[in-house]
């Protein structure tokens, strides 16, 4: 499955800083599958939450997938901005 796909295993959370990084981390395969006025309806939220994340690294400590989370966490907003713009 690569370094990028998250396995919602939830043994990130929880983030000391209330970042739903499950949720925020399966944006892109939802873009895939669902119009955007439906994932709207609880993906703003969670979105709006990436900004709280401090790179502490714990959640890094915890992902027995290894991935790089704050990462993925900043490319999963930018890709769900772009796709509110043209959606």
């Known amino acids: 499955m690569g370094n990028e796909w998250c396995h919602r295993s939830e043994y990130c959370m929880p983030c ?3 970042v739903p990084i499950s949720t925020i981390l399966m944006a892109k395969s939802m873009i895939k599958r669902i119009p955007i006025d439906e994932i709207r309806q609880f ?3 969670a979105m709006e939450k990436v900004d709280a994340c401090r790179e502490c690294k714990e959640c890094l400590s915890k992902c027995p997938y290894n991935l790089n989370i704050p990462e993925l966490l ?3 907003r930018i890709l769900y901005e ?3 713009e043209i959606g």
Do not use: A, W
């Open 16 to 18: 000391p800083q209330g």
């Open 74 to 76: 900043k490319n999963s």
């Open 82 to 84: 772009r796709y509110k």
């Open 43 to 45: 993906m703003d939220d």
